[in-house]
């Protein structure tokens, strides 16, 4: 091989940036939403008045985004080296060290200080229920831990494309999400028609912070509505691995596009079709597999997002800078937006000390904007912001503790 051939095949392929441009456009998508659901009042919850229509399903897009997006970016780094053992992979021991770190800061956030203090100083007890929430963070980081048991099947059988792996395990938790959802809507019919009075959790014998991960009283994220989208978006991230080197081929973000439309326009048909067969073979009853229809399109509306931003990415020249740099820091984006929104750990925010669903929507856009442009600013400056968090973290040992230290 000449010296020519040589430094082309060790060149440096150019950096894939509309990962990172979808990646950023889901967290800011999400700081949006939040604020703007948390201000705007109930006046203007209708779906008559058209920006209000538009805002509420570009809001129902903020999930499976973020959680597919998740799984793509996870896969892409992940199988950069599929070579070698399983743990061998430092991808896959820094994707526990992750499952870990999101649980942590999922329970963590959700505690609330101001209620625990009133209950010592009141000597009345303190409820924890909302504590056993199974929420983002915690739904995110069981679709990470599937991501890496499907890679380690994967190791172990050591045959196919490592997509085809991650295509099958995302429609077997979409199978199992569409029985989930079929018998959470038997139980808000039976509650509608009086036949029961609350909804029976499932796993009944298990406590409500397991529930919770399945279908109990706090289970908005269930793990098993969302790791399929972090399931299928690892398949995303392996496919477009793969074929990196045809990124920048214009059939590349039209193949994408093209199955956007598909998903989007022929799901409900499909899942129709299908829903005669698994019934006539027993797997389901009428109607279980057509559930999925909206899960399952806005999936495509994401993929079609991503196939726009190969586009993007092709044909205009993205610097990385700050925009980019805010894809990079979601964890603390989100951390940090939940303790100042929600009231996350101290137990007293935004929602409800200064508004509850109860602005004009111009003063919830403005909250909305302002709130992007400071998140803007913190990541811009997170490198110090870092260095003061670790020392605290050092000097009360949680870092230690929780996460292996940067030495090790």
Do not use: C
């Not at 067969?277 to 027993?282: H, I």
């Amino acid at each position: 091989m000449s010296t020519e051939q040589t430094q082309v095949v060790n060149a440096p392929r150019p950096r894939l940036k509309f990962i990172d441009m979808a990646r950023s456009f889901a967290i800011l998508l999400m700081i949006e939403g939040h604020f703007t659901g948390a201000a705007l009042s109930d006046a203007y919850r209708k779906d008559e008045y058209l920006l209000y229509s538009l805002w509420h399903n570009l809001h129902g897009l903020t999930s499976p985004l973020f959680f597919t997006v998740t799984g793509l970016i996870f896969v892409y780094l992940l199988s950069g080296n599929t070579s070698g053992g399983y743990l061998s992979n430092t991808r896959v021991t820094k994707g526990f060290n992750r499952v870990r770190q999101l649980l942590f800061w999922g329970y963590f956030i959700q505690f609330n200080l101001w209620s625990f203090s009133k209950s010592i100083y009141y000597e009345s007890e303190f409820h924890m229920d909302w504590f056993y929430a199974f929420h983002v963070l915690q739904s995110i980081s069981f679709g990470i831990l599937f991501l890496l048991l499907i890679f380690g099947i994967y190791k172990l059988i050591n045959k196919g494309a490592l997509y085809w792996y991650y295509l099958i395990g995302g429609l077997t938790m979409m199978f199992i999400y569409a029985h989930m959802k079929y018998y959470i809507n038997v139980q808000q019919d039976l509650i509608a028609a009086g036949t029961i009075a609350e909804p029976q959790y499932w796993p009944a014998w298990a406590p409500k912070i397991i529930q919770n991960m399945f279908y109990g009283p706090y289970s908005d994220f269930s793990f098993v509505r969302y790791s399929g989208y972090t399931i299928l978006g690892g398949m995303l991230g392996s496919i477009i691995k793969t074929y990196e080197h045809k990124t920048r081929e214009w059939w590349f973000g039209a193949v994408f596009i093209a199955i956007a439309l598909i998903l989007n326009f022929g799901t409900q048909s499909a899942l129709h079709w299908m829903d005669k067969y698994t019934v006539a073979t027993g797997l389901t009853d009428h109607g279980v597999l057509e559930l999925t229809t909206t899960t399952i399109a806005r999936l495509g509306q994401v993929i079609g997002l991503i196939g726009i931003l190969i586009y993007v990415d092709k044909h205009f020249n993205v610097k990385s800078g700050l925009f980019l740099k805010i894809g990079q820091n979601t964890l603390p984006i989100y951390v940090v937006h939940v303790i100042i929104l929600y009231g996350g750990v101290l137990g007293f925010g935004l929602k409800p000390l200064l508004f509850d669903r109860d602005l004009h929507p111009w003063i919830a856009v403005s909250i909305s904007a302002t709130f992007m442009i400071l998140f803007a600013i913190m990541v811009k400056y997170i490198e110090p912001l870092e260095e003061i968090y670790d020392k605290v973290l050092d000097k009360i040992s949680l870092k230690r503790l929780l996460f292996k230290s940067k030495k090790a």
